[in-house]
T-cell receptor, first 114, second 112 residues
């Protein structure tokens, strides 16, 4: 079955370390997104990419970096510059045309700074 | 500016009772409208979506939503709530090729 796989489900990071969250999709979707979810704040867009080798900053890109070398993959790196990285991170994908439009979400990665 | 408001942070209903979750939006053009549901520690699942046409849309799990352009609203309803409906519900708006905007969510508790 097609879907989005996020790994790992839980991730612990020491302060000052960079960590990379994986997001892979086999839906043949063109666009991919990273959201951060904090209690009471809904979902906030970090980065998004509509085609390979191209991506744009979202509302809270500072302290994060991404790459889009393959259509299927959109990894997110949380750098040491992100001052408050503890959160639930969600990856999503969508087509960019047609009627079946909407986001498909992965099951998320919970990142905790220890 | 684009925004989505879900005025109810938390709602408690009895099993079998009806449910309405409110969503108001601000957007430059008529957006696509979505409702998602999230169980604890999980991703978001699409319940229903509105693009155009009939303003009353049916979704999965017995949910429906009505688009009211004059009120900039897209409220989610269910005639009879089941205990398994307890979750967090998010309203979202967007246009093809542009980012989605999500509300802050409404947490639903269902009591027996």
């Amino acid at each position: 079955d097609g879907g989005i796989t996020q790994s790992p489900k839980y991730l612990f990071r020491k302060e000052g370390q960079n960590v990379t969250l994986s997001c892979e999709q086999n839906l043949n979707h063109d666009a991919m997104y990273w959201y951060r979810q904090d209690p009471g704040q809904g979902l906030r867009l970090i980065y998004y990419s509509q085609i390979v080798n191209d991506f744009q900053k979202g509302d809270i890109a500072e302290g994060y970096s991404v790459s889009r070398e393959k259509k299927e993959s959109f990894p997110l790196t949380v750098t040491s510059a992100q001052k408050n990285p503890t959160a639930f991170y969600l990856c999503a994908s969508s087509i960019t045309g047609g009627d079946d439009y909407g986001y498909t979400f992965g099951s998320g990665t919970r990142l905790t700074v220890v | 500016a684009q925004s989505v408001t879900q005025p109810d942070i938390h709602i408690t209903v009895s099993e079998g009772a009806s449910l309405e979750l409110r969503c108001n939006y601000s957007y430059g053009a008529t957006p696509y409208l979505f409702w998602y549901v999230q169980s604890p520690g999980q991703g978001l699942q699409l319940l229903l979506k509105y693009f155009s046409g009939d303003t009353l849309v049916q979704g999965i799990k017995g949910f429906e939503a009505e688009f009211k352009r004059s009120q900039s609203s897209f409220n989610l309803r269910k005639p009879s709530v089941h205990w398994s409906d307890a979750a967090e519900y998010f309203c979202a708006v967007g246009r093809r090729g542009n980012q989605f905007y999500f509300g802050t969510g409404t947490s639903l508790t269902v009591i027996p």
